[in-house]
């Protein structure tokens, strides 16, 4: 298994650009979720999906869209990127037996300029 | 807001000596508490978990202890290694809402040869 992938690993977008970050996972798990990480803190939240076709909001959903269109991926789009959302970003995946027993991709570095 | 911290935000141990790394939480309704461990350049690796009806629970050379009476969460890693190197986070959550995680700021664990 591949686990939970994402791509890409870098990214610089100009103010206002959108575009979207790739999570997939192989492991048939229910739960998705991302998170933004930045400097010296935690993560946090930003949208999740507990199945196919069910999305929610996190702590910060501002500024992000979600879609869970299949099991396996769920993308996240940036609507106007602007310089906060600068950070790394990380998708994970669980199972619905144990929902916090979070499977990790390796993250997305985003820089807006 | 609620909230999840931890009191040191760098500790540095020697080699096969033990680490203990704190975090203190804010929720009372918090029921169900999770260390996580990141590796640089790493997604979080999930190491242990805790519920509220429990004040110990070991691992594989990791015991989590939580103190519901202080709001306090330890992790004691025994002879820490070098691998052993890296940002631990606890998080905390209801469990049955969702699965929305709240993660503290982090402690860098650097451990020395």
């Known amino acids: 298994n591949a686990g939970v992938t994402q791509t890409p690993k870098f990214q610089v977008l100009k103010t206002g650009q959108s575009m979207t970050l790739q999570c997939a996972q192989d492991?048939?798990?229910?739960?998705m979720s991302w998170y933004r990480q930045d400097p010296g803190m935690g993560l946090r939240l930003i949208h999740y999906s507990v199945g196919a076709g069910i999305t929610d909001q996190g702590e910060v959903p501002n500024g992000y869209n979600v879609s869970r269109s299949t099991t396996e991926d769920f993308p996240l789009r940036l609507l106007s990127a602007a310089p906060s959302q600068t950070s790394v970003y990380f998708c994970?995946?669980?199972?619905?037996?144990?929902?916090?027993?979070?499977?990790f991709g390796p993250g997305t570095r985003l820089t807006v300029t | 807001g609620e909230s999840v911290g931890l009191h040191l935000p760098t500790l540095s141990v020697q080699e096969g000596d033990n680490s203990i790394i704190n975090c203190a939480y804010s929720?009372?309704?918090?029921?169900?508490f999770i260390w996580y461990k990141q590796e640089s350049g790493k997604g979080p690796q999930f190491i242990i978990d805790i519920r509220s009806n429990m004040d110990k629970r070991q691992g594989q050379r990791v015991t989590v202890l939580l103190n519901k009476t202080v709001k306090h969460l330890s992790l004691q890693i025994a002879a820490t290694q070098p691998g052993d190197s890296a940002v631990y986070f606890c998080a905390e959550t209801v469990y049955n809402q969702g699965g929305k995680l709240i993660f503290g700021q982090g402690t860098e664990l650097s451990v020395k040869p």
């Open positions: 929720n009372s309704a918090s029921d169900y």
């Open positions: 492991m048939n798990h229910e739960y």
């Open positions: 994970a995946s669980s199972q619905r037996q144990a929902p916090y027993e979070q499977y």
